[in-house]
């Protein structure tokens, strides 16, 4: 009988709401499930909207192959950076005057961390220990996810910016940001998860998870066919779009999931595990 070699995959996992769920606490399946697949000869990365600063040390230390961050605008495999495309300096100006001028929240985001005025500091802040007061209840992986390390927006390097992330008091301030955005920007909706009004995340066109994991499987000299992308939010359709697989968390927005090829179990009930079981990783 022949010997058929069996298919060496790739995965992209998104972070928040997929490995974490907005807490700090990790599944013990998505640790056994990466480090699992790993072991068997196949290639794991996260593919997170974060800094590579931000991520949380309990997902670093599961151990991956390397990482697509900051939406895109970063990757890594190994010890070999990939992708860095920072955004114009002259993008980052009209950013901050458009948050200036529409008085919504925002800070910017760099590799090396997070960057905001005083004012977004202690909003953001009360913010999050507003959300922690209405879920003291909740279990220890249900928590919501940790207040962000900020630095002083006065220290931001213009020139090592990645992407912006919003908040606004109201609903509408995502489709206020793609009608006077979207001629140089890739506005998606957020998942922080902030009590009222809405949040999201500004890019440069064409900067998304997807055109960075199309540069890694360049890279790397893999098929897309071979490569599935496993996430929770808006930020990870064009994730889907470009790998074989596109699968969404059970705890994805309705229509996102109606996007994804799949749909597996929530990140409560070892989303991961499952995906890499029924796709051959473990």
């Not at 060496?8 to 709401?17: E, P, S, T």
């Not at 540069?215 to 790998?243: P, Q, Y």
Request: some cysteine.
């Amino acid at each position: 009988m022949e010997h058929v070699t069996p298919t060496r995959r790739i995965a992209f996992l998104d972070v928040d709401g997929t490995i974490l769920d907005h807490g700090q606490t990790v599944a013990d399946s998505t640790v056994d499930a990466v480090r699992t697949a790993r072991a068997a000869g196949h290639l794991v990365y996260l593919s997170t909207g974060r800094s590579f600063a931000d991520i949380h040390p309990d997902v670093q230390a599961i151990g991956f192959d390397g990482a697509i961050t900051n939406g895109g605008a970063y990757a890594v495999s190994g010890s070999d950076t990939i992708v860095a495309d920072p955004m114009p300096s002259d993008a980052v100006e009209r950013l901050l005057a458009w948050a200036e001028t529409t008085g919504i929240l925002l800070f910017l985001q760099a590799n090396d961390g997070i960057y905001a005025s005083d004012r977004v500091r202690r909003t953001v802040t009360e913010m999050i220990l507003r959300w922690r007061g209405q879920h003291l209840s909740d279990e220890p992986q249900t928590a919501p996810q940790r207040t962000p390390r900020f630095h002083d927006l006065a220290d931001a390097d213009r020139t090592r910016i990645a992407k912006a992330v919003f908040l606004g008091e109201d609903t509408e301030a995502v489709d206020r940001a793609r009608q006077d955005l979207g001629d140089r920007f890739h506005v998606v909706s957020g998942s922080m998860p902030l009590p009222g009004g809405s949040n999201g995340e500004i890019g440069m066109l064409g900067t998304t998870k997807g055109s960075a994991i199309t540069r890694m499987l360049a890279h790397l000299g893999m098929d897309a066919a071979h490569a599935i992308g496993i996430g929770d939010s808006w930020n990870d359709v064009e994730m889907f779009e470009v790998c074989g697989v596109g699968i969404a968390m059970g705890n994805a927005d309705d229509e996102l999931k109606r996007i994804a090829d799949e749909v597996t179990a929530s990140v409560r009930e070892d989303g991961v595990w499952h995906a890499f079981r029924r796709h051959g990783l473990i």
